[in-house]
């Protein structure tokens, strides 16, 4: 049974102290996070353009069994988010698991999952800002893509430059948006199910159990939509992150991890259901306009491409300015520890300004990359952090294997949120990390990002394990 979290933050380690403050040890990050900002960005995280656009490409493989397949996936995920949260609470931190293995498992695996986790936002910066650029210039015909993202690149940064009560508020009302978006598209949803929405009939089990049956393309579709629907679930850990910079982080991440469950089966996996009841999965409007984009249409609902492309690019935006601020952060903290350049771990008005402008300017240059080369350096990069998520994962999973019970000797008081059936849930989401990189090995397109991640991880471990020597003799 978890324990109530107290509004007192636990004292903080060697490691957190150093993730917190600032080269001189005694500027550190502000606590501009208020409690409902972090609400809105566990709640807004889980819903992203992933999910809205790319679902589209896991139904089309799986057919109605991508429910299973996100409801398997929404699985492991909350066993991470459970993990996390459990370290996260414990001992608060703006590096968040990047702190917790290299305290846990070495200074190596904080700097491998901290840097990989660091490039991994950086690239999403450019593939989200590119994304919505293409919204921008449907609309405005007569403008170029890099206007768009320039722009959008200029609000961000500055809007992480100047205090982090704004992205606070930004990431609120984007949250609020799309979960408003969400939440009417669940209400339709069911009143075309149960046939009560004007002008449609209930549909019954027609859709689920036709056209090939609920396992249309049998064990395949179904492994390859469980691939898909597992990296729709990237966002989540941000909330950690942010939880370091509010005045109760205990408080809010605990609260943040609490909900993942009903959340993740809310959106996601009821989001599925609906989908794949209310209209064939086969329609070919499913990948060539989307899947809630083509269920809206289906239902007659006037305007529905238009209405959907304003939250997708909500989604686009929100996660351009949390990935802006999660990765400044993770910069920010492996260099106040000492693993990376020291001038970036620099704190002003509660904010690491040169961490933020490094974040923004290495996304900005990623764009040109797509731009100018679009099939080599950009797909690399891409390929790189293509399966950095379940790096990650590993060492939250290994990290809260080894801290948990160093916590039950010396602090038990800390564990205000604890991992469910601990060790075997942590073990059970190893074993579902080690299978989705199975999986991986079996389709060509995938095996070539896990190749490249691979390398960029060994690269960086080969780093932290020569950094860690050079300390240790020092």
């Not at 996390?84 to 070495?106: D, Q, T, W």
Request: charged share 10%.
């Amino acid at each position: 049974m978890n324990r109530t979290p107290s509004s007192t933050a636990p004292e903080r380690e060697p490691a957190d102290r150093a993730a917190s403050a600032g080269p001189d040890g005694g500027t550190s990050l502000s606590n501009g996070l208020k409690q409902r900002h972090l609400s809105m960005i566990a709640l807004g995280g889980v819903i992203g353009a992933g999910l809205f656009v790319g679902s589209g490409a896991g139904i089309a493989a799986a057919g109605p069994s991508i429910v299973i397949a996100y409801a398997i996936s929404g699985c492991l995920v909350m066993l991470i988010m459970r993990m996390l949260g459990e370290m996260a609470a414990a001992n608060p931190a703006s590096g968040s698991f990047s702190v917790h293995a290299e305290r846990s498992i070495g200074s190596w695996a904080g700097f491998t999952a901290g840097w990989m986790f660091t490039a991994l936002l950086c690239v999403a910066v450019a593939a989200e800002a590119l994304g919505a650029a293409d919204i921008m210039v449907g609309w405005f015909p007569g403008t170029e893509p890099w206007m768009w993202v320039l722009l959008f690149m200029v609000i961000f940064c500055a809007t992480n430059l100047a205090a982090v009560g704004n992205f606070g508020e930004f990431e609120f009302w984007f949250a609020t948006l799309k979960v408003a978006a969400i939440g009417i598209f669940l209400v339709l949803g069911l009143l075309a199910i149960f046939g009560v929405l004007p002008g449609t009939d209930a549909p019954g089990a027609t859709h689920l159990t036709g056209d090939g049956g609920f396992l249309p393309k049998g064990v395949d579709g179904l492994m390859v939509g469980l691939l898909a629907s597992v990296f729709a679930y990237g966002g989540l850990e941000t909330v950690t992150i942010a939880a370091a910079e509010s005045k109760d982080p205990v408080r809010g991440v605990a609260s943040a991890v609490r909900t993942a469950m009903w959340r993740i089966a809310l959106f996601y996996v009821g989001s599925m259901a609906i989908i794949v009841t209310v209209i064939p999965w086969s329609a070919p409007e499913i990948t060539k306009t989307g899947p809630y984009v083509a269920v809206l249409d289906y239902l007659k609902i006037p305007a529905a491409g238009q209405i959907m492309n304003v939250v997708i690019l909500v989604a686009l935006l929100s996660a351009m300015n949390a990935n802006i601020y999660g990765s400044s952060r993770m910069a920010y903290s492996l260099t106040a520890r000492g693993q990376g350049p020291r001038f970036l771990s620099k704190v002003s008005g509660g904010v690491p300004r040169r961490a933020v402008l490094l974040c923004s300017v290495f996304g900005f240059f990623t764009v040109v990359l797509s731009i100018v080369w679009p099939d080599t350096v950009f797909q690399w990069l891409l390929n790189m952090v293509g399966a950095a998520v379940l790096v990650v994962w590993g060492f939250i999973a290994v990290a809260q294997l080894r801290m948990r019970r160093r916590l039950e000797r010396e602090a038990p008081e800390k564990l205000v949120v604890r991992m469910w059936a601990f060790p075997f849930l942590t073990w059970v989401a190893l074993a579902g990390i080690a299978v989705v990189l199975l999986l991986m090995l079996r389709d060509e397109a995938q095996r070539i990002q896990l190749y490249f991640t691979g390398g960029f991880a060994v690269v960086l471990t080969v780093i932290g394990l020569v950094r860690q020597k050079a300390v240790a003799r020092d």
